[in-house]
């Protein structure tokens, strides 16, 4: 398995190259979360992409929070606030990487 530089690296993608997208909302829309909310589900691609993602996101909490009980990872806390700034493109990279550092 990669080492946790190569899934910290992931981590680093996976947030700037939403926050590009993010940013250029926010900039053309303003710094409204309800619109922004709202926007997820425009239509029906963009409400099954969404659906999609949430789905997997709280799929992930729940399988990473037992995950790190049982690998004693103590920063697990870290998923929570990288999946609602970001979404599941930094929080199942940072997570990767967190067990990876620990397992070294």
Same mark, same amino acid.
């Given at each position: 398995?990669?080492?946790?530089?190569?899934?910290?690296?992931?981590?680093?993608?996976? !947030?700037?190259?939403? &926050?590009?997208? @993010?940013?250029?909302?926010?900039?053309?829309?303003? *710094?409204?979360? =309800?619109?922004?909310? +709202?926007?997820?589900?425009?239509?029906?691609?963009?409400?099954?992409?969404?659906?999609?993602?949430?789905?997997?996101?709280? !799929?992930?909490?729940? &399988?990473?929070? @037992?995950?790190?009980?049982?690998?004693?990872?103590? *920063?697990?806390? =870290?998923?929570?606030? +990288?999946?609602?700034?970001?979404?599941?493109?930094?929080?199942?990279?940072?997570?990767?990487?967190?067990?990876?550092?620990?397992?070294?």
């Amino acid at each position: 398995m990669p080492g946790s530089r190569f899934w910290f690296l992931l981590a680093l993608l996976g !947030t700037v190259i939403p &926050w590009v997208f @993010f940013g250029s909302w926010f900039a053309a829309n303003g *710094l409204s979360p =309800l619109a922004f909310i +709202a926007d997820l589900f425009v239509n029906g691609a963009a409400a099954g992409f969404s659906a999609d993602v949430l789905i997997s996101i709280a !799929t992930f909490w729940i &399988w990473s929070y @037992f995950d790190a009980k049982r690998q004693g990872i103590r *920063l697990w806390w =870290l998923v929570l606030p +990288a999946s609602f700034t970001v979404g599941l493109s930094l929080a199942l990279p940072l997570y990767l990487g967190l067990r990876e550092k620990e397992a070294a």
